[in-house]
């Protein structure tokens, strides 16, 4: 019989007093019965509209209907015929905005929770499953993929499926991109990562690392010298944006991709890290999105008292909403409608307030949503001694260089064709280097799209 249950089975987590004092995983993870039984609300609809909501279009209902057998591994297999990232996936993606937005249980209740039985059948086969992947049989065809971030692994998965010979360039020297420096330890362990990237390993793909392309070695050289027949541009967006407000280049004041980088990447939450960063006391995050989320709760867990200062209401915030249930359950102060004007500092340079103004929405603006207007006179004084801009990121100007004749936006995301192509023969490219700062699963999306291309163009289709 169907659960005809209007909520789904609540995700077992930390409690919040308990979880914001460290970095370890929040949400704990469907037990075998639950996933089960949440499986069970899953109606198997004919036209299967979850799927067309997947930007990778995982076969939903089939594995679905697998976890209510009970058979997990033979879910995986068919999560991962679509998907190179499951654990991943099952973890960050914003399933309420995709496939579980159009899952015909959320009429009348919750929609099926979708993205957590994912991450249980992936955590599932990883703690099972002890046998690697075959290594598909190779066509000697070389592809390089610039950037391991989630649409670079999904490209280079898809063509290793194919047989393709691909070795990933990654500029850090641990591959993962912003899976590794953006997104915290407690949301995503890096472990969860590492094991994705072996399986992809496993599958015959090379990483090389501490390989910056444009300064070690040019796109054309990889074509030209190296043969490599197709290459993709998948290297992200890592140029942060900031208020240009006064006081902003004081001590303590920190981008929030430089922030979480030196938390993620370099583990500067651990004592006697060899990477430092300052533990504020008294710390503000200017942002409404989920970087701006992420950033907070990190320095909610280094012992900050914790502002996040946004300058719509809660209902224009665009981070996702259990992000910001879970950042207001751990403490973390909302100064809504709300903007920074200036950062004060003290004698020896480092912040001491953040200047902020009131504000009220206005008519709407070009992307529909109210414009903030300053309230004059309003203006007042949060203490602080470190301030996070939060304000999003844009691609990395390094990028034109890389090859010439590489076309770019005004914002230096590169321009490609709805297939990911370039405006350079066997030059791909897909995910924020594209549409500057989006979501894993978009750049996976991206990822997938440009690996069938490629394999139609070295194919002549």
């Not at 899976?179 to 995503?188: D, H, M, S, T």
């Not at 700062?437 to 990822?447: F, H, K, R, S, Y």
Request: with cysteine; glycine share 10%.
């Amino acid at each position: 019989m169907p659960n005809m249950s209007l909520k789904k089975n609540p995700m077992p987590h930390q409690e919040a007093d308990v979880r914001n004092k460290n970095f370890d995983e929040v949400a704990l993870g469907y037990t075998p019965e639950q996933a089960m039984d949440e499986a069970e609300r899953c109606l198997n609809c004919k036209n299967k509209p979850c799927v067309g909501g997947c930007p990778v279009m995982v076969h939903i209902p089939e594995f679905i209907a697998k976890v209510k057998e009970g058979a997990f591994e033979e879910a995986y297999q068919i999560i991962s015929e679509s998907s190179s990232l499951p654990a991943v996936c099952g973890r960050v993606c914003p399933q309420e905005s995709q496939c579980e937005k159009y899952c015909i249980r959320g009429i009348k209740g919750e929609p099926v929770a979708i993205g957590r039985l994912e991450r249980f059948v992936a955590d599932y086969h990883n703690a099972n499953c002890k046998e690697k992947p075959v290594k598909p049989q190779s066509n000697g065809i070389k592809v390089a993929v610039v950037g391991s971030g989630p649409s670079g692994l999904t490209c280079a998965g898809d063509l290793a499926k194919k047989g393709y010979e691909v070795t990933v360039f990654e500029a850090f020297h641990l591959a993962g991109g912003v899976l590794v420096y953006g997104i915290p330890e407690f949301r995503l362990p890096k472990s969860i990562v590492q094991k994705e990237i072996d399986t992809l390993k496993d599958l015959g793909v090379k990483i090389e690392t501490n390989m910056v392309i444009g300064k070690v070695v040019s796109i054309d050289e990889l074509i030209a010298e190296y043969g490599f027949k197709a290459v993709f541009v998948g290297s992200g967006a890592g140029l942060p944006k900031f208020m240009n407000i006064p006081g902003e280049n004081l001590n303590g004041v920190y981008s929030a991709n430089e922030f979480l980088t030196r938390i993620n990447l370099m583990k500067a939450y651990k004592e006697n890290a060899s990477t430092p960063i300052k533990r504020g006391t008294k710390v503000v995050v200017v942002g409404g999105g989920n970087v701006a989320m992420d950033a907070a709760r990190c320095a909610k867990r280094l012992g900050g008292d914790v502002h996040i200062v946004y300058r719509r209401t809660l209902d224009e915030l665009p981070a996702r909403k259990e992000e910001v249930e879970h950042a207001m359950e751990e403490g973390i102060i909302f100064d809504l409608l709300t903007n920074p004007v200036k950062i004060n500092g003290d004698e020896n340079g480092w912040v001491s307030s953040c200047t902020c103004i009131k504000m009220e929405l206005g008519e709407p603006d070009a992307s529909g949503r109210r414009r903030p207007v300053a309230v004059e006179g309003s203006d007042f004084d949060i203490e602080a001694d470190v301030v996070i801009m939060a304000l999003g990121t844009s691609p990395n100007p390094l990028i034109k260089s890389t090859t010439e004749g590489l076309e770019v936006n005004k914002h230096g995301g590169i321009i490609t064709d709805e297939n990911g192509a370039t405006s350079v023969q066997a030059v791909y490219a897909g995910g924020d280097a594209v549409t500057g700062a989006a979501t894993v699963i978009l750049a996976m999306g991206a990822g997938k799209t440009a690996a069938k291309a490629i394999d139609d163009m070295i194919n002549g289709k």
